[in-house]
Structure formats: C-alpha cells, structure tokens
C-alpha cells in the first residue's frame, strides 16, 4: 500500500510548504496555495524506467563517443518558420515544450506540424486530452489535413497514454494539453504542480528510452488555478513560446530555451480561416500603412528593430499636442515608458525641443512591442516630426540607441537590418558612427552620426512642412 502524505503546493511558481499560508512566500501571489496528496512510492512509470536504465554505469568522459553527438539527428516538418526555430527541426528524442494563451493556435500549429511530419513517412501519436477525437477531425477537415501515418488518441490517464505509446512505439508524440492529464495513482487532481511535474518526468523518461520526439502543449495562466509551464522548463530540452495579440492575426513562436540550438529565433504565422500560414516576411506585415502612402505623414517613422536574431521593419508613430491637464500626459504603447520619458528629457537639454505644456503619444503600429535600445533615435525623429508638423522622408529608416549626453550609441547586428532595409526598397538608412568598420557595397544610402542634434539637422533638412 502507498504511502501517502500530503503538502502545500503553490500554483502559480511551485513553491511547496507544510501548512497553509494564505500568500506565496516564493512569487507572493495570494490563494494560490492547495493541498495535494503525495504518493512517496515510486508509480509503474518509474519501474520501467528503473528496468531500463538498470544496465547502465557511470562512464569517463573521455571515453563517451562523442560522433553519437555530432549526428543529433533531425526531424524537419517542412514548415520553414517553425524548422527556423526549432533550429532546423526538432532533434530525435528530445522533449519540448510549446506554451501558450488558451486560444492562441498551439493545437492548430501542432496539427499542421503533425501532418507534414507524417507525409515524411514517420509515425506520429496526437494524445489529445482536451478535444475529442471528433473535434479534432473536424480541426484537421478545416485545415484540409488528412493522414494514415497520424493516429489521434483522446485520454486524460497517464497510465492509459503510456500503455498506447509503448504498444504503438510512435516516433512523435504530442501531448495536448500537460494540465489535463493525470496520473491516478498520485491523490491530486489535474493540472496541480505534482500532476504535471511527475507526468513531465515521466514523459521525459519515456522520450528518452524509447527515443520518441515528445512535444507537450502547455496553457500559460495569470490566475494562479491551473499551474503553469514555467514550473518545468528545466525538466524540458526546448522551450517555445506561441504568442500573439488577441486583436491581431499574427502569432509569434519563439524559443526560451533550445538545448540544441540558438535560443533567439523567431517565426512568424498568421491565423487564417484555414489554419496557419507563414510569414516568409514579417516587415511587410508591420509596413503596409507606411508604404501604400508614399508621401508620409508628420510624426511618422520607420525603424529597423532586432526581435531575435531577426531583422524587422516597424513603423512608429507620434503625436503631440497642447495639453488641457495641468500636467502634461506621455503614452507610450508598444515601447516602454521610462525610456520615452528618457528621450523626452535628452530632447529638451541637448537639442531645445521643450514638450512641457503638451501631452506625447507614442505608438508602434501593428500592435508590436520594441523594448530595443536601437529604436530610440526613431522615437526622437517621430515626437520631433510631429512637434514641428513636419514629414520626415518616408523612404529613410532610423537606428540608434540615444545616450543621455545626446551621442548616438552603437547598435547589435547592423548589418542584417541595412540588408532588412535595402531588401524592402528603402533608399537610405541613418545609422550611428562606426569605428574600424567598412561596409560592403549596399544599395542603400548609409548616413553615419554621432549625436542627436546632427540628425535633427540633417531630418530639417529633408523634412517638408504637411499640407
Ligand atoms: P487552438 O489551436 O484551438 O488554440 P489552443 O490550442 O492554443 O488553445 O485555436 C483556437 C483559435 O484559433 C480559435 O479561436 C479559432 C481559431 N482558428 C482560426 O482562426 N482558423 C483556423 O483554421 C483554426 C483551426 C482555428
Ligand atoms: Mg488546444
């Protein structure tokens, strides 16, 4: 007979304690603390394990071979923007994790995924513990999906799943979602932090010795009831990121952690009525307004942004007016606030520009956060542009980091945005000084500055008053 105690486990970071306490020492979120029962025996998953791993002994380091390394081998779905971030496709028998809001498109991303795979020839098994299997043929109707190499599977017993994988072997399992399977030999319900830390493990080890590629789908949650994936990124080799707006159809998959790979990819989707569709080119998607009217409009710039390792064209807007409150207003949506007010002083002491009796609204379209550095010179020229109702060159773009003293500061991965900028016809890019470096032949103008007032000078001097 198990034995079996019980502790107090917060949902929301892990942290577990031995009686109740109404808020969370760890995270210091309130009520989020719930009993859970803890088998201290080890489950039937163990066992296996155990059986498994019995012949193995501790081995020097010099003699592991490493060639078994060098061919980490991959699985590439044929989806370019999730293979770009999973570094070239997901490595045999590693365990990852895609986390995301409830509704963003994880299920319909793993699905398109899962049919490419399956056309590769490999065996994929859905567990689907949130839909049933109907629901999800309907999904895979809609997205014109249809396979004899994907076998759909809807339970929510872990020890149920593990029977069905180890007689169906598959070489891809999807686990759909981490917080609605359980395991009944553990006293807690689903999606408590015990029930997802010892499916994890199990799930790793199962990944590990039969060598499946196992992804497990993970919601991300705010209100603290259903434990979230944060709790067991470090059982994971992979952790990615599905995320996009509510009010946009664009989606972002990023990756956290990639044991195999660079962590600072991205891919770009975009929720159609027929699933998801890449966005081979993501600036274009943020530029539309800005290139359809040529002639631009004042308080309007473009920026060349770094999400990642990716270049990314976006344009910023601003508008400044007199203020009817006693103390001026500053919005700043889609780049951050103190930052902005950063700016606001550096234009006021280094270049005369005094916003003290007017409010500042400072927005990047399409709904984009830049937190970048390199993207303050672009908020400059914006607040400037419209302070003074003038245009500034709607084929320019802007990079640079503003110092405090008014110098313009150098940026990370220049050329990639220079090639960004040329790529999608702009004619010059305003970028700060080099020191000790050449640049090939671009296309594009490059204009180099040192401080802020050379580029106000230089923005006048091309700006035209707006009709
Ligand atoms: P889903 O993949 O179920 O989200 P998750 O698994 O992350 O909870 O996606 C659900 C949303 O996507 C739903 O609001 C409907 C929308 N959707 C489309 O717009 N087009 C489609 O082709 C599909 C399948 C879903
Ligand atoms: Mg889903």
């Known amino acids: 007979m198990a034995k079996v105690k019980t502790k107090w486990v917060c949902q929301n970071c892990g942290y ?7 808020k969370c020492p760890d995270c210091l979120s309130w009520g989020t603390i719930v009993e859970e029962e803890v088998c201290i025996q080890n489950s039937k998953t163990s066992g296996l394990c155990i059986q498994n791993f019995s012949n193995q002994k501790p081995e020097l380091l010099s003699s592991i071979n490493s060639n078994q390394n060098d061919s980490i081998k991959r699985q ?12 070239g496709g997901l490595v045999l028998g590693s365990l990852n994790l895609i986390a995301g809001d409830p509704g963003i498109g994880k299920s319909t991303l793993l699905l398109q995924v899962c049919s490419n795979l399956a056309k590769n020839g490999l065996k994929l098994l859905y567990v689907s513990a949130e839909e049933s299997a109907i629901q999800i043929k309907l999904r895979a109707n809609r997205l014109n999906i249809d396979s004899n190499n994907l076998y759909i599977y809807a339970n929510t017993n872990f020890e149920l799943i593990e029977i069905q994988i180890n007689e169906l072997k598959p070489d891809i399992l999807i686990i759909d979602s981490i917080q609605t399977i359980f395991k009944s030999s553990l006293g807690s319900v689903s999606g408590t932090v015990s029930q997802i830390k ?6 790793m080890q199962i ?12 919601h991300v949650t705010k209100d603290g009831n259903i434990a ?18 509510k009010y946009k159809s664009y989606r972002m998959l990023r990756c956290n952690k990639n044991r195999f790979g660079a962590t600072d990819e991205l891919g770009m989707f975009e929720m159609e009525d027929f699933g998801l569709r890449q966005i081979i080119n993501p600036s274009e998607l943020f530029l539309n307004n ?11 710039v473009v920026v060349a942004t770094n999400d990642g390792n990716r270049p990314l064209l976006v344009e910023i807007e601003s508008l400044v007016g007199v203020t009817p409150y006693p103390s001026p207003r500053r919005v700043a949506n889609g780049v951050d606030y103190n930052r902005l007010l950063q700016i606001l002083a550096v234009l006021e002491k280094r270049v005369g520009l005094n916003l003290s009796k007017q409010d500042v609204y400072v927005n990047v379209s399409g709904g984009l956060n830049i937190y970048e550095p390199a993207s303050d010179l672009g908020v400059a020229v914006a607040i400037l542009s419209c302070a003074y109702d003038v245009v500034f060159d709607p084929k320019t773009v802007l990079l640079g980091e503003i110092a405090l003293s008014g110098d313009i500061k150098n940026v990370t991965n220049i050329e990639k945005r220079i090639l960004e900028a040329q790529k999608l016809g702009f004619n010059r890019i305003i970028i700060p000084k080099q020191q000790n470096k050449k640049f090939k032949d671009y296309k594009i103008k490059i204009v180099e500055v040192e401080k802020l007032k050379e580029v106000v000078k230089l923005c006048m001097e091309n700006m035209k008053k707006e009709n």
Not at 16 to 22: H, I, V, W
Not at 198 to 203: D, P, R
């Open 16 to 22: 577990e304690t031995a009686k109740y306490l109404g």
């Open 76 to 87: 590439k779905s044929g989806i370019d923007e999730f293979d770009r971030v999973t570094g």
């Open 198 to 203: 010892e499916c994890t493990l199990s799930l």
């Open 207 to 218: 990944a590990k010795t039969l060598n499946i590629t196992t992804i497990i789908v993970g």
């Open 228 to 245: 979230g994936p944060k709790i067991l990124e470090h059982m994971v080799d992979s952790v990615f990121y599905f995320e996009g707006d």
């Open 290 to 300: 800005h290139r359809q009217n040529d002639k631009g409009v004042s308080g309007s």
